[in-house]
């Protein structure tokens, strides 16, 4: 059984940061590209950032580039969002993704065949 738990979400005034992490189990991913993706309310699921297998690669949404910092650990089976300078825009559920199906660093929600729960992220102004 596949499984990606996300944690580190919770209530931050704007300008404060937040660590999310993603541990996942029932498999190794350390030879496929990982992600977050998240939704506001209202709002469509949308891409945050990728990491490839090794590390050595990253992709960000032009809303976060420069704030949040993609990292995994693949000892651990662990993916990290380091979320800095957080805005109340930033505020929704975050998701942790998995490809096994794409060797290249997708925007697309549809590329990522594994998905988390979610984890909640609030930022107040």
């Known amino acids: 059984q596949v499984q990606l738990v996300e944690s580190g979400g919770g209530l931050v005034q704007a300008g404060g940061s937040l660590r999310l992490s993603c541990a996942a189990s029932?498999?190794?991913?350390?030879?496929?590209?990982m992600g977050w993706f998240r939704q506001a309310p209202g709002k469509e699921r949308e891409f945050v950032a990728a990491?490839?297998?090794?590390?050595?690669?990253?992709r960000y949404a032009d809303s976060v580039k420069g704030r949040f910092t993609i990292s995994r650990d693949n000892a651990k089976n662990t993916v990290y969002l380091q979320m800095n300078s957080l805005k109340p825009e930033d505020t929704a559920v975050y998701y942790c993704?998995?490809?096994?199906?794409?060797?290249?660093?997708?925007?697309?929600?549809?590329?990522?065949?594994?998905w988390g729960q979610g984890t909640q992220v609030t930022v107040s102004s």
């Open positions: 993704v998995v490809t096994t199906k794409r060797s290249i660093l997708s925007r697309y929600s549809y590329d990522y065949d594994y």
């Open positions: 029932g498999h190794t991913f350390s030879r496929y590209i």
């Open positions: 990491i490839s297998w090794s590390g050595g690669s990253t």
